[in-house]
Nanobody
């Protein structure tokens, strides 16, 4: 069983930055593909970013078009943690952000919630205008 705990959310003004962290339990974290999703009130959960494990210590990063160029995903396997660096935040980025993980191989579908079998509890990010 993998547990994911997000931190780093909060209230920030438009144009500001936040860094979300997701700490994971588990001894094989380096083999997990990790994703960030978000859900705004009244909306479906949407893909934000993912870092896909491709074997042999190789990872690929992906971003939703809405955050490309502003958000960066990274991971520190020694700390079992994945990060989402969010810059130039906009009010439309306001949502509950969820960290997700899967230990199964991911080729496609990294942007689909059903790909992931572990989820964090979510953390609020609010961007004021």
């Amino acid at each position: 069983q993998v547990q994911l705990v997000e931190s780093g959310g909060g209230l920030v003004q438009a144009g500001g930055s936040l860094r979300l962290s997701c700490a994971a339990s588990g001894r094989t974290f380096s083999n997990y593909s990790m994703g960030w999703f978000r859900q705004a009130p009244g909306k479906e959960r949407e893909f934000v970013s993912a870092i896909r494990w491709s074997g042999y210590n190789t990872y690929y990063a992906y971003y939703a078009d809405s955050v490309k160029g502003r958000f960066t995903i990274s991971r520190d396997n020694a700390k079992n943690t994945v990060y989402l660096h969010m810059n130039s935040l906009k009010p439309e980025d306001t949502a509950v952000y969820y960290c997700a993980a899967t230990s199964f191989p991911v080729v496609s579908g990294y942007n689909t919630p059903r790909t992931y079998n572990y989820w964090g509890q979510g953390i609020q990010v609010t961007v004021s205008s």
